[in-house]
């Protein structure tokens, strides 16, 4: 059948929610996703995919918001202080459920079938090519920057590269998992030199007595509910991705170890980073020189670098390649998982029988991302992704209180305080009200509308599945055009 149904006990209807613990395997599935990713490149996945375009863009929108350079500083550093608490959350829930699928695993298993597949639904469709689209624009606008010297680069160029951008990324991440880690880890070196430049020069700067934007840093704080909530989501933009390992717990070398030991060096090095670079570009630009930048990198380089400032342009463009590969190669994985589980076509829980990648999902999310290029601009993006975004982190940090309450007796190898999640559920409840509260915008209802809307797909297809029978020939057409085979989840 298109949407797969499943051949064991389905722990969804079963009365503990965790059933699913004690029987993983589906008897007559043998090929699997190698594992293949270690430390190394666990840490390379979660500090190349937060580090893209956001800590180039987002500076100028967080001041815009707060008024002042001291306030923005404080929002870097509780954004990373945010991100790190969430990190931990999702390292508990990865060595208790070690399965890989991220937000969609654990509110499928925890909550149930429904929440999971709107969840689905709304990321593999909406959320996930969105981000990876802003991402790969990006790239694309600081890629072809250099060729029009004076003035603003055509559209069309732009979402060309972009387009190329993401079929480059789709070819590298379909041929083989230890090919898209390589790229990652490559990319992860540049980005962090690049960034160790702006740390540099910075210091640099400040030593010759350059503090100007420091001085009076708190005038002029604006203090609205939802000024500093939407001043939170252009923050935790550039810090999207800390979540991105649970994506491919499948496939980590003992993710037990991996999983925490992996957040606990990515993150609190990223955040460092993030809060050494914004004192760089401050030292570099007053404030409303930085407001009115429209690459703030950019315009660090040409204060500082002077005529090698090319190489700013160019750290750009391979840093947000990087963080696009990153987002692509965990972002496949959500649409592949949840295929998996029956809530979407059959066709794309398969994995190639050769290259033993998720070949389907990751080609569906590159059309979905292509079909994105072609609208939206960055800022609305990322305010309506950081939204969707923190409902379902928020729905997902719930069950894990709800497992350290009622199922204490899980294995589990790793444990957070429960203080921890505690705060990155009030977090998550502040982030998803304080905009609607303070500035209602009728785009949001727009996205609830959305989300809801999987309803009218869930109970024909799911629920009762009333599968049309000519698309069970069309998934045999595609399986042997494909060359892709059904899967087994990992037992371990």
């Known amino acids: 059948s298109t949407m797969r149904e499943r051949k064991t006990t389905d722990p969804l209807h079963s009365s503990d929610p965790l059933h699913w613990s004690t029987d993983l395997s589906e008897g007559k599935e043998k090929l699997r996703l190698k594992q293949e990713v270690g430390v190394i490149s666990s840490v390379s996945l979660i500090a190349g995919t937060m580090i893209g375009s956001g800590i180039f863009m987002s500076p100028e929108w ?17 954004c990373g202080l945010l991100a790190m608490f969430g990190a931990l959350s999702y390292a508990e829930l990865g060595t208790i459920i070690k399965e890989s699928g991220g937000e969609y695993i654990y509110i499928l298993r925890i909550f149930g079938s429904f929440p999971a597949f709107l969840f689905a639904y709304t990321s593999v469709i909406l959320v996930r090519p969105a981000g990876l689209a802003a991402v790969c624009l990006s790239f694309a606008e600081y890629a072809v920057a250099p060729f029009y010297p004076g003035c603003s680069s055509p559209q ?21 998992v230890r090919l898209a880690t390589s790229v990652m880890n490559i990319f992860t070196a540049a980005k962090l030199l690049a960034l160790l430049v702006i740390v540099v020069g910075g210091l640099v700067l400040l030593a010759k007595g350059q503090t100007q934007s420091f001085q009076n840093g708190f005038q002029g704080t604006t203090a609205g509910i939802g000024a500093v909530g939407v001043a939170f989501y252009q923050g935790l933009w550039s810090y999207d991705g800390w979540n991105n390992l649970n994506y491919v717990t499948e496939e980590l070398k003992k993710p037990e170890v991996t999983l925490p030991r992996a957040v606990v060096i990515a993150i609190p090095l990223v955040t460092c980073l993030y809060l050494l670079v914004n004192v760089s570009y401050l030292a570099a630009m007053t404030p409303s020189e930085l407001l009115s930048s429209g690459a703030v990198a950019v315009t660090w380089g040409d204060k500082v670098l002077g005529s090698w400032a090319w190489l700013i342009s160019l750290s750009v463009a391979l840093s947000t390649f990087g963080s696009a590969n990153g987002t692509f190669f965990s ?3 959500v649409c592949y998982i949840a295929a998996r589980e029956g809530h979407m076509p059959d066709i794309l829980s398969m994995a190639h ?3 033993l990648t998720p070949s389907p999902a990751l080609l569906f999310t590159s059309a979905m991302s292509l079909v994105m290029i072609m609208s939206g601009n960055f800022t609305s993006i990322v305010n309506f992704f950081s939204f969707m975004a923190w409902l379902f982190y928020g729905m997902t940090i719930s069950g894990l209180l709800y497992l350290k309450i009622k199922k204490p007796e899980l294995p ?5 305080p429960i203080i921890i999640p505690i705060i990155m559920l009030m977090a998550a409840v502040y982030l998803v009200l304080a905009p609607i509260i303070d500035q209602p915008q009728i785009e949001i209802l727009y ?5 809801f809307s999987g309803i009218i797909f869930y109970f024909p297809l799911v629920h009762f599945k009333c599968h049309p029978r000519f698309l069970q020939r069309v998934t045999l057409h595609l399986q042997l055009l494909l060359e892709v085979a059904p899967t087994t989840r990992d037992a371990n």
Do not use: D, E, M, Q
Not at 72 to 77: D, G, Q, T, V, Y
Not at 158 to 171: D, N
Not at 412 to 416: E, G, I, T
Not at 447 to 451: N, P, R
């Open 156 to 176: 069309a160029v732009i979402k060309c590269t972009a387009a190329a951008c993401i079929l480059i990324l789709t070819i590298i991440n379909c041929l083989n």
């Open 353 to 355: 029988v050769r290259c």
């Open 62 to 78: 967080v001041l815009h918001h707060l008024g002042n350079p001291a306030s923005s500083l404080l929002i870097w550093a509780a």
């Open 447 to 451: 996205i609830v509308l959305f989300i």
């Open 412 to 416: 589990r190898s790793y444990k957070v």
């Open 331 to 333: 972002g496949g994985r």
